[in-house]
């Protein structure tokens, strides 16, 4: 199956600090979703990109789709301590129906 | 609007023995993906059901199988239960039309144990 590469595996940085993070795959993909998880939770969904060079923000969480359809990437900025927890890319090819999720990054914001 | 659920919370079986696992959709849409969450790793993909029907599979042997009902909500079923079986099963629901499947939003998850 596909291989999603997720970086940094993990991250522990200050309150107020901005983090990025970002996903690479083999191949092209047409649809990328990032997701945040909480232990012993489902992964509750962020933002949504559809085009490449695509740009779209939700609150304090940017992020885009590569324009080479092969990686996308997500910022935080001014982290919280709410914003710890696992973060997901998944992202659809144009011939499947099922998303490949990354491997995840594992966000501790020190108080 | 309600958002995905999922049944049960949590489950202990036994090797060999079967389970069954829930999910009813969120208002409004018509596919439903599973998948299977190991420890410390990503959620993979099991399958999905659209229109009633299995549609894509991903590498999960023949004793993983499913339903969807009318009202768009589905099982999980497995049979043969392996101690690698132990995982949390998310189910996922989207809006699905023509070939493109939009955004899934995620159940709180069945954590299944098997001994």
């Known amino acids: 199956g596909q291989q999603l590469n997720q970086s940094p595996q993990s991250m522990f940085i200050q309150e107020g600090e901005d983090v990025s993070m970002n996903c690479t795959s083999s191949s092209i993909f047409n649809t990328w979703l990032w997701y945040k998880q909480d232990p012993g939770e489902g992964p509750v969904l962020l933002i949504a990109?559809?085009?490449?060079?695509e740009l779209t923000s939700n609150g304090r969480l940017t992020a885009q789709f590569g324009i080479t359809r092969k990686d996308s990437f997500l910022n935080i900025s001014a982290s919280i301590p709410s914003d710890v927890g696992i973060y997901f890319c998944?992202?659809?090819?144009?011939?499947?129906?099922?998303?490949?999720f990354g491997t995840g990054t594992s966000l501790t914001v020190i108080p | 609007e309600t958002g995905v659920t999922q049944s049960p919370t949590h489950l202990i079986k036994t090797r060999g023995q079967q389970v069954t696992l829930r999910c009813s959709s969120q208002?409004?849409?018509?596919?439903v993906s599973w998948y299977q969450q190991a420890l410390g790793q990503g959620p993979q993909f099991i399958f999905q059901y659209y229109r009633e029907e299995e549609n894509g599979r991903g590498n999960f042997p023949p004793r993983f199988s499913g339903l969807q009902f009318p009202n768009y909500s589905s099982e999980l079923n497995v049979n043969a239960l392996e101690l690698d079986d132990s995982a949390l099963y998310l189910c996922?629901?989207?809006?699905?039309?023509?070939?493109?499947?939009?955004?899934?939003?995620f159940g709180p998850g069945t954590r299944l144990t098997v001994t």
């Open positions: 208002s409004g849409h018509n596919t």
């Open positions: 990109l559809y085009k490449a060079g």
């Open positions: 996922a629901s989207s809006y699905r039309a023509g070939q493109g499947t939009y955004e899934q939003y």
């Open positions: 998944a992202g659809q090819t144009p011939t499947s129906n099922q998303f490949y």
